[in-house]
């Protein structure tokens, strides 16, 4: 069979995956943002991508463009991610407008602000505590009494982003660990592909032509990190020297400590089983030992800030290790979303549509790999269907994101399967593999990551905006209504001393008497919903809500009363 031939059922079976997941999330009909990303961009892309692979089928064998023969050096690689970095930094002003869009990435910002100062909390005035709900609506660490406040994420993400903050440039962080990232794949790939330098070429071809990649890194969440520290720890991984264990085991419990703890051993964990398949007990003991060592110092986190700052835990999650099991564990296994099922698949869509158009053929391609390329691809794929299980049983929504970034964790996996995919390829004609590769690579360059920049900018500017609107307020203190839409409560933002004027409120969290109390303190505004109406906030129906109808008939008539500026 040629490789046409063979391509041709690879391409046509990736048409069919994505036609599928595009086509029945059109059937579905939900309130989330999810469905916003779907209808505004990701049906689009996969049309595209069908397109592109009928093309590529069909011309591919028309380009006779070989790949280069040799893998790139470590200067042209530098200079490659120096350009990376400067293109996110350059992105994240311009394309992504250097905002916070979501509440994990406001968690950075807020918990960098508190690490930069040195404290592992901020204490919160004893005045403010009754409003502390209202002012840091999610993600925030519970404490009885409201006496502190640092998000519930493992502080590794935000403790980097503090260093960058020291330095001035916090929104340097991400592009700086894009660049990190693809040193580390080029060292990975010209170990793995040695005798198909061409593979090298893919693989990193795959990582910059990934929108989700690039964008991601134009933003603050913790899955650029995840990725970056991954791909460091398997370039040490596979050097197989005892000072580069040791530097992965360093790593990898600096990367379990980056926001979830769950991302890194569900990536690692297959390559250290692979060592007792050889005989390498000791080492996997060594691993085993330092990780659960990791595991439980990080567990402790939480009952490290509360004792810095002479807090309990509320009674219902309990202290130390078996309190962050109950809390942030068993929360999650014994609570299964029933919408599982439709979430990953728009999740999955997403993740295809933000690859490079050539990844999923060579992916599907890698599916059939024969034990003549060791047990590596094994690990990789186990990395990623363990990563889809999880994900599926605990945290099938992901809400915002540019691509799936619960899958930034096994991306380098995705990748270098790609890679050997490309290799089986070109075991039966080189030219017509490169063929493939150079058409859909283009096709991904100049019309896909165009497009989804543009969407993405497009997305995050009315958010933007309306921040821009609230930090306007001539008031001391400004109330949102927050329901209908249910992704409104992300604009309540506030720095972690609550120096900020005005101090941003939602009604959710809110009664009448701590209403009074605001007006007694100081001038109040409020926005309501039906002045930020706006389509990707999602599709919540209107609800009556008496918190409401009761704040627009006494605060007018009040003396602290501000109109909203516009």
């Known amino acids: 069979m040629g490789v046409m031939q063979s391509t041709r059922m690879q391409l046509a079976a990736s048409a069919l995956v994505l036609g599928y997941l595009a086509l029945v999330p059109a059937f579905l009909s939900d309130p989330l943002v999810t469905r916003s990303y779907y209808l505004w961009q990701d049906r689009y892309v996969a049309i595209g991508l069908i397109a592109c692979f009928a093309g590529a089928a069909v011309f591919a064998g028309w380009v006779r463009v070989g790949l280069p023969g040799y893998v790139p050096g470590r200067v042209p ?38 690490f930069a100062r040195g404290l592992p909390a901020r204490g919160v005035d004893a005045p403010l505590r009754p409003y502390l709900d209202a002012m840091v609506v999610a993600f925030h660490l519970p404490m009885e009494g409201n006496v502190a406040v640092v998000s519930a994420y ?27 990232g693809l040193v580390a794949l080029w060292d990975v790939a010209r170990r793995l592909f040695a005798d198909v330098p061409s593979a090298a070429w893919v693989v990193i071809a795959c ?92 567990m402790s986190w939480y009952g490290f800030v509360r004792d810095f700052v002479g807090a309990q835990p509320p009674p219902s999650e309990g202290e130390g290790v078996a309190g962050f099991l109950r809390y942030r564990v068993l929360s999650l296994l014994f609570d299964f979303n029933s919408y599982a099922l439709p979430l990953m698949m728009y999740n999955l869509l997403r993740f295809f549509t933000w690859m490079p158009a050539f990844f999923l053929p060579l992916a599907l391609a890698a599916l059939p790999l024969s034990r003549r390329y060791g047990e590596l691809p094994f690990a990789l794929w186990l990395g990623i269907a363990l990563t889809f299980v999880a994900m599926l049983w605990l945290l099938p929504y992901q809400g915002h994101g540019w691509g799936y970034r619960y899958f930034h964790a096994v991306l380098p996996n995705a990748i270098l399967l790609a890679g050997y995919g490309y290799r089986i390829w070109r075991q039966r004609d080189p030219r017509e593999a490169d063929g493939l590769v150079v058409v859909l690579g283009a096709a991904s360059l100049l019309l896909q990551m165009p497009f989804l920049f543009w969407q993405a900018h497009r997305f995050v500017a009315p958010y933007a905006a309306l921040t821009a609107r609230i930090e306007r307020q001539e008031a001391d203190f400004l109330v949102i209504e927050t329901r209908p839409p249910g992704s409104a409560i992300d604009q309540v933002r506030n720095r972690p001393d609550f120096s900020n004027v005005p101090l941003v409120f939602t009604n959710q969290l809110m009664d009448q008497d701590m209403i009074v109390e605001l007006c007694r303190r100081g001038t109040v505004t409020m926005i309501r919903h039906d002045q930020y109406r706006l389509p990707q906030f999602g599709y919540s129906e209107e609800r009556p809500d008496d918190n409401v109808t009761w704040l627009l008939q006494w605060l007018p008539r009040q003396r602290c009363w501000r109109e909203p500026a516009p």
């Open 77 to 114: 690689i530098l200079l490659a991610a120096a350009s990376l970095v400067l293109l996110a930094w350059w992105g994240t002003y311009a394309v992504m407008l250097d905002y916070p869009l979501t509440r994990d990435e406001v968690s950075a910002w807020f918990d960098s602000l508190i």
């Open 154 to 180: 493992m502080p590794g993400n935000a403790a980097m982003r503090a260093l960058f903050e020291l330095l001035g440039e916090p929104q340097l962080l991400n592009p700086v660990l894009l660049g990190v």
């Open 207 to 298: 990582y910059i032509l990934s929108a989700q990649v690039l964008v991601n890194a134009m933003t603050s969440y913790a899955m650029m990190g995840h990725l970056a520290f991954n791909l460091v720890w398997l370039a040490l991984y596979l050097r197989d020297r005892w000072w580069s264990h040791a530097l992965a085991m360093l790593i990898g419990a600096w990367a379990i400590g980056l926001h979830q703890i769950i991302f890194h051993p569900l990536f690692a964990g297959p390559f250290l089983l692979l060592f007792p398949f050889k005989g390498r007990w000791r080492l996997f003991a060594v691993y085993a030992l330092v990780y659960a060592t990791a595991l439980l110092g990080w």
